[in-house]
Structures are given as C-alpha cells and as structure tokens.
C-alpha cells in the first residue's frame, strides 16, 4: 500500500519499448508493481466507498439471487440449475421426467448432481466448461478451470453412486463430446500457443487416444455432437477458412471422413439432420449460402445447393430439428429467423421489438416439435420463448426477473444512423429513461472485430445507470457483422481504420444531436474492444470525458511481431501479419500503445487478469505506464489486475457484480 496515494511509477529502461520488463511474469518486481497499482486504486476509491457499496446492492437487489433454470428434457430425466441467496455459483440438479412433455419439476426424484460452491471451496478461481450428460444418463463428464488461464481438468461423475474420476489429458481446452456407446469421450488438448490443436479418445482407465491434429497455427480444433446425433463432427477452422472431418458416433474408432478439403477463403459449417449434412458456406459469395450432402458422399463434388446466396441478408447460422430447418439471417442490423417445416410453407418470424436481440437457444430434443428461442432487448430482460415449429405460436416459457421496481415502458429506444467519414451509415442502438432530456452522461460501447455481432443486450447493473439520468448506447462498427458479412470484411485487414473511425462517428453524431457533450461522455470495450478504445482517445481524445478498457488488446503491434505468443499467428487472417512491411506501417500506425503520445487524456478505469492468455496482463500494465509517463492532464487514471482471474475476470457472481459497481463507482465520480 501507498500511504502517500502517490501514482505509481513504472522504472524505464532504454530500448524500443520501455516497459517490456513488465512481461517477466513470475519476477517479484512486476508483481510488486501491478499489487501496488491496484493498492492505488483502491486508495482512489477509498473515500467513495459507501457509493460503490451502495451501487453493488442495488445491482444485487435486481438480482432474483434464489432461482430455478428453466428444465431441459433428455429422454426420462430433466436437467435443471438452481442458484441460491449468498452462493456465487449454481447447483445443477435432475428429477425423473413424470410427463413426456412436462417441463414441472418432481420433487421426490431429484437429485443433485454437480455443486460448483463445494468445488469451488478453497479456490480463488472457478470456471465450468463443458456439462455433458451421456448417452444412457449414467455419466456426467465436466470440465473445470481453476486458474482463469482456460486450461481445464476433466472429470467423470457416475450418476449411480455419485463418484467422480479424473480423466487423463494435459492442457485440455475443455470441451467434451460422448460417443454413443457411453463409455468414449472426445476431448481437445491446446500446444504450447494455447491454440487448440489435438482432438482425442478417452475411455476410463486407458491413455488417451490422439484422433486428429492440425499442424496449422492458424487452424483451431474442436469437435461436436450432430443434432441427429448420427455423428462426431471435427471443426478445424482459420479466420477465413473451414475443413470438417466427421465419423459415426456409435462407432467411435472409426476412420475421420472429410467432408470438403480445405480451399483457402472457403468458410464452412455443417450439422447432419434427417437429410444428411446441411452446410452453411460461402463458396458462392460472402452472404452465404446452403447446401446439402449425404453423409455416405462426402467431397465438394457431391454438394447439392439447397439456397443461393441472397444479395439483401447473411445466411448466419443454421439449426436443424428431425422436421424442421431454422435459418438465421443478418438483415439490417436485425436477425431474422425464416423456418422451413417439412411438408409445410416457410415463414419468418416477427418480434415485438424494433431493436433486439434473438437467437435460437438448446434445450429441446432433436424430435421435439418444438425449439426454443432467447430474446431479450435493451429494456426488455432475456426471456426463453418455445416457438412451435408446425404453426409459428410462440409462447415464453421464462423470463428473467427483476427484482425491485421495473417497468420496460419507462424506458426510451432509439435506433439513430451515424454518417462515417466514407458516407457509410453506421447503427446505433441507445436506451435512456423516459424522462432524460437533453445533454446527459453518456456511456458508448463498441467493440468491432472478429466479426462478432453487438446485439442489444439487456443488464440488470446498467439500471444504475440509467436510473441516474445517464444514457447507453450501442456503436455498431464495421469489423463487426451487425450488419452482415460485408461489415465484418470492411473493419478488419487493410480496412482497419474503418473501426477507429465509425467509433468517432458515432459520437460526433450523439454530440451533435444533444444526446450529451464531450464533457459528459464516456466510451467502453473489452478486448479487441479495448483496442478501440485506445486507439480512438490517441486520435480524438478531446471528444470523451472518461474511458473503460477492460482486458485490452492495447499492445497489438507488438503481440503481432511475436509468433510465440498464444494465439498470435492464428491471428494473423484479422490483423495481418507484422513481417510484411505494409502490414507492419498499418498495425503501427493504430496500435493504440505505440501511439501514446503527450497530450491530454480522458479518465480511465483500466482492467486486466494475470493469468489471461488471449490478451496478456502486460499489455494494460506496459500502456498505462506509458500513459502515465506521456500524458500532460492528471485526470484519474485507474489499473484494477484480477491477480486470480484471467480474461473473463472474476468467477463468482458477487464478485463480478463488485466488479461492476466499481466500474461504475469511478464513472459516477469523475463524470460530474
């Protein structure tokens, strides 16, 4: 601790970068060194303590903290999750399944069968991974990270007499697949970059079996379960290119299958139904398009085109039930869910509201007549609706509560168009209460990369926010695919910039329109997020009053010039790849750490975990450092390391609503 509450100083050294020694993750200096950041921190907040205590229980008051999971059905049993007042982490529970199409809970046959809260006794740290029920409902196989680095250890818990095994296989990534002969699990092993690269055969009490490696750093390895359950589908996968092996899941020693050789640029996925492989790709254009294949004939040559490409939306992803097909569609910022029911006409879903969120969701067996879909959007909280594949009815079967006082009609949603400096018009969602007027606190998130889609989501903690006359908003950049593939490709490679540059847009927009003031607005991302951040308060720092940059990937230039890293070279298909000298002037050009320079900066609240392997601790450590020795403001400029946590921070439910409440303890101070 500083009783001095003086910044903490990070030691130079010469050379091109300065704080590099930061990177020595088991020295005692650099430990000293991020402990007494966040000593700092803590210092900072010290006199706004009953505030952060107070916003941790009213985000703990919205919380239902007893709940019962909505049931799943498998065969004679439902699987179902309770969570409990006080516990950070849910119990998972079954009971007989007394009705076939009864989702009711029967009390006398329950069974408890995984309390995290136990495992996680003695832990600082506790991830589940994977939950898999086998075939005969005797065994569950589960996957636990204790650390937050994803690296997993895997189990066996016979559902006769509740005893557990650990199975053998180092640096699983943790995911599991069952064999239909209930005794033959598939696991994925990572290699030395984290990237998961080995797919294998495990049976209790025997070595595991190696089934399939990819050599490519640039391919990663997982497999699935078809929803025919037919068979073991092996996903290797780039940035931009697809190659799936499969073989028949009661016959677990058999020989891989291709069901296309991988073609650079090709993108595929394929799930297997009542008429064989169904394959979403984009071999005909980058809106994607369906095919078709018979299992017993695999090969390119053997594809059947079911659906062109449509020029006006993305076919996204496809779900397959034994009498119906689900296609997900990206059209205008929106998904679009069109439904094909054998024997019957197709038809598109509609939702109640303008801007949203919908997504099909597990849960319902293969021969159910029924799926279930998630919604939820900016004021409305997530609910699971069962949508009844023959008619279209539709029909919630749970909403998430909120506790306390909570109308959705109270709230204003906008959806507004920002010019980008190209003429593109980029989305916007925002939401404030209705009675907020005028220029008022604004908080921004943006993400835009790896072409993840920022659907409006709903948060209890954001109520905070709003509640106090602050309004959120929602910047849908390219590099993103909020708006389909073309908005992906546009914000990534050499149109990078895009990213950077819609972001700046869409604040100007908000400022402009009154919506709220440079001196009232504040910005936010996570990750490739945080790169964005960074990168928009080096170009436009006058425009944000404060930034959040939680886990940033900050220091991208350099991550990108070190192939040794996790990750790196598999991430060379989004950046670039840094030994070509036009690449290495562009991802020098943004890199938000390479471009710290003397001028005035926003505030900043500044996360990080020491056992992340996507986005090193380092590169929060080594950019706040150097900010703190360039800037020439002395706005707060705050580093939180989750020394037991790693990219997704704390494990524990309270703990990442403190995690919030701090967040948002900062923001409510500095933004006045």
Same mark, same amino acid.
């Given at each position: 601790?500083?009783?001095?509450?003086?910044?903490? &100083?990070?030691? %130079?050294?010469?050379?091109?970068?300065?704080?590099?020694?930061?990177?020595?993750?088991?020295?005692?200096?650099?430990?000293?060194?991020?402990?007494?950041?966040?000593?700092?921190?803590?210092?900072?907040?010290?006199?706004?303590?009953?505030?952060?205590?107070?916003?941790?229980?009213? =985000?703990?008051? !919205?919380?239902?903290?007893?709940?019962?999971?909505?049931?799943?059905?498998?065969?004679?049993?439902?699987?179902?999750?309770?969570?409990?007042? +006080?516990?950070?982490?849910?119990?998972?529970?079954?009971?007989?399944?007394?009705?076939?199409?009864?989702?009711?809970?029967?009390?006398?046959?329950?069974?408890?069968?995984?309390?995290?809260?136990?495992?996680?006794? +003695?832990?600082?740290?506790?991830?589940?991974?994977?939950?898999? =029920?086998?075939?005969?409902?005797?065994?569950?196989?589960?996957?636990?990270?204790?650390?937050?680095?994803?690296? #997993?250890?895997?189990?066996?818990?016979?559902?006769?007499?509740?005893?557990?095994?650990?199975?053998?296989?180092?640096?699983?990534?943790?995911?599991?697949?069952?064999?239909?002969?209930?005794?033959?699990?598939?696991?994925?092993?990572?290699?030395?970059? @984290?990237?998961?690269?080995?797919?294998?055969?495990?049976?209790? +009490?025997?070595?595991?079996?190696?089934?399939?490696?990819?050599?490519?750093? !640039?391919?990663?390895?997982?497999?699935?379960?078809?929803?025919?359950?037919?068979?073991?589908?092996?996903?290797?996968?780039?940035?931009?290119?697809?190659?799936?092996?499969?073989?028949?899941?009661?016959?677990?020693?058999?020989?891989?299958?291709?069901?296309?050789?991988?073609?650079?640029?090709?993108?595929?996925?394929?799930?297997?139904?009542?008429?064989?492989?169904?394959?979403?790709?984009?071999?005909?254009?980058?809106?994607?398009?369906?095919? $078709?294949?018979?299992?017993?004939?695999?090969?390119?040559?053997?594809?059947?085109?079911?659906?062109?490409?449509? /020029?006006?939306?993305?076919?996204?992803?496809?779900?397959?039930?034994?009498?119906?097909?689900?296609?997900?569609?990206?059209?205008?910022?929106?998904?679009?869910?069109?439904?094909?029911?054998?024997? $019957?006409?197709?038809?598109?879903?509609?939702?109640?509201?303008?801007?949203?969120?919908?997504?099909?969701?597990?849960?319902?067996? #293969?021969?159910?007549?029924?799926? %279930?879909?998630?919604?939820?959007?900016?004021?409305?909280?997530?609910?699971?609706?069962?949508?009844?594949?023959?008619?279209?009815?539709?029909?919630?079967?749970?909403?998430?509560?909120?506790?306390?006082?909570?109308?959705?009609?109270?709230?204003?949603?906008?959806?507004?168009?920002?010019?980008?400096?190209?003429?593109?018009?980029?989305?916007? $969602?925002?939401?404030?209460?209705?009675?907020?007027?005028?220029?008022?606190?604004?908080?921004?998130?943006?993400?835009?990369?790896?072409?993840?889609?920022?659907?409006?989501?709903?948060?209890?903690?954001?109520?905070?926010?709003?509640? !106090?006359?602050?309004?959120?908003?929602?910047?849908?950049?390219?590099?993103?695919?909020?708006?389909?593939?073309?908005?992906?490709?546009?914000?990534?490679?050499?149109?990078?910039?895009?990213?950077?540059?819609?972001?700046?847009?869409?604040?100007?927009?908000?400022?402009?329109?009154?919506?709220? @003031?440079?001196?009232?607005?504040?910005?936010?991302? +996570?990750?490739?997020?945080?790169?964005?951040?960074?990168?928009?308060?080096?170009?436009?720092?006058?425009?944000?009053?404060?930034?959040?940059?939680?886990?940033?990937?900050?220091?991208?230039?350099?991550?990108?010039?070190?192939?040794?890293?996790?990750?790196?070279?598999?991430?060379?298909?989004?950046?670039?790849?840094?030994?070509?000298?036009?690449?290495?002037?562009?991802?020098?050009?943004?890199? /938000?750490?390479?471009?710290?320079?003397?001028?005035? #900066?926003?505030?900043?609240?500044?996360?990080?975990?020491?056992?992340?392997?996507?986005?090193?601790?380092?590169?929060?450590?080594?950019?706040?450092?150097?900010?703190?020795?360039?800037?020439?403001?002395?706005?707060?400029?705050?580093?939180?390391?989750?020394?037991?946590?790693?990219?997704?921070?704390? @494990?524990?439910?309270?703990?990442?609503?403190?995690?919030?409440?701090?967040?948002?303890?900062?923001? &409510?101070?500095?933004?006045?």
């Amino acid at each position: 601790m500083r009783p001095d509450n003086k910044q903490p &100083l990070a030691r %130079r050294q010469n050379g091109a970068d300065p704080y590099v020694w930061l990177e020595q993750r088991e020295a005692p200096e650099v430990t000293t060194y991020l402990n007494a950041e966040n000593a700092y921190t803590d210092a900072w907040l010290e006199p706004h303590k009953a505030l952060e205590q107070s916003l941790f229980e009213e =985000i703990r008051g !919205r919380i239902r903290e007893t709940d019962l999971g909505l049931p799943s059905p498998k065969g004679n049993w439902l699987y179902y999750q309770r969570t409990e007042a +006080g516990a950070e982490y849910p119990r998972f529970y079954r009971c007989e399944r007394s009705v076939a199409d009864s989702l009711e809970i029967h009390k006398p046959s329950e069974q408890l069968i995984l309390d995290l809260n136990s495992l996680a006794s +003695g832990e600082e740290f506790l991830q589940l991974g994977d939950f898999s =029920i086998s075939p005969d409902q005797r065994w569950l196989a589960y996957s636990l990270d204790t650390q937050g680095d994803e690296t #997993y250890r895997l189990f066996l818990l016979s559902l006769d007499d509740m005893q557990t095994q650990e199975l053998s296989l180092d640096d699983a990534d943790g995911s599991l697949c069952w064999a239909q002969d209930n005794k033959t699990l598939f696991a994925v092993s990572m290699d030395e970059t @984290s990237r998961p690269s080995t797919l294998w055969r495990l049976q209790p +009490g025997s070595e595991p079996a190696q089934v399939f490696h990819d050599p490519d750093q !640039r391919f990663y390895v997982s497999a699935y379960l078809s929803s025919s359950e037919r068979y073991i589908c092996v996903s290797s996968n780039s940035k931009n290119t697809s190659e799936i092996h499969y073989l028949p899941a009661d016959k677990p020693t058999a020989q891989l299958r291709c069901l296309a050789s991988r073609e650079a640029d090709h993108e595929y996925d394929a799930d297997h139904g009542s008429d064989g492989f169904m394959i979403r790709s984009n071999r005909l254009g980058e809106m994607f398009c369906l095919y $078709s294949c018979d299992a017993g004939k695999p090969g390119l040559e053997n594809w059947e085109l079911v659906t062109p490409p449509d /020029p006006q939306r993305t076919l996204e992803e496809i779900s397959l039930q034994s009498t119906a097909l689900v296609l997900q569609y990206r059209h205008l910022g929106l998904t679009q869910l069109e439904v094909r029911v054998t024997g $019957s006409d197709s038809y598109t879903l509609a939702m109640p509201d303008a801007v949203y969120s919908l997504s099909v969701q597990g849960g319902e067996e #293969y021969s159910s007549p029924q799926i %279930r879909l998630r919604y939820e959007s900016l004021n409305r909280p997530a609910e699971v609706r069962a949508l009844t594949l023959a008619t279209g009815e539709q029909h919630v079967l749970k909403q998430t509560p909120v506790e306390g006082i909570f109308d959705p009609d109270d709230y204003l949603i906008e959806r507004l168009w920002a010019k980008a400096k190209d003429g593109t018009h980029i989305p916007i $969602s925002l939401i404030c209460h209705k009675d907020t007027q005028g220029e008022a606190p604004l908080y921004l998130y943006g993400y835009g990369s790896y072409g993840a889609s920022m659907d409006p989501w709903f948060s209890h903690a954001r109520l905070s926010l709003l509640h !106090r006359g602050w309004v959120f908003a929602i910047a849908h950049v390219r590099g993103g695919a909020d708006m389909g593939e073309h908005w992906y490709q546009q914000g990534k490679l050499q149109h990078k910039e895009n990213t950077f540059s819609d972001f700046i847009a869409c604040a100007e927009h908000l400022i402009s329109t009154n919506k709220t @003031s440079p001196q009232h607005l504040v910005i936010a991302g +996570g990750s490739a997020g945080g790169l964005l951040i960074g990168t928009v308060i080096n170009q436009r720092p006058e425009l944000f009053a404060a930034a959040v940059a939680d886990v940033p990937f900050v220091d991208v230039w350099n991550t990108m010039n070190n192939p040794d890293l996790p990750l790196t070279v598999g991430e060379y298909e989004e950046w670039g790849d840094a030994r070509e000298p036009e690449v290495a002037a562009r991802i020098k050009g943004y890199a /938000p750490y390479e471009n710290v320079t003397t001028q005035d #900066y926003p505030a900043l609240w500044v996360t990080a975990g020491f056992h992340d392997v996507r986005v090193q601790y380092w590169e929060a450590a080594k950019w706040v450092a150097k900010l703190r020795h360039l800037r020439t403001n002395d706005q707060p400029l705050l580093l939180r390391t989750q020394m037991t946590a790693g990219h997704g921070g704390a @494990s524990g439910r309270y703990q990442a609503m403190r995690e919030v409440a701090e967040e948002y303890c900062f923001l &409510l101070t500095v933004i006045t």
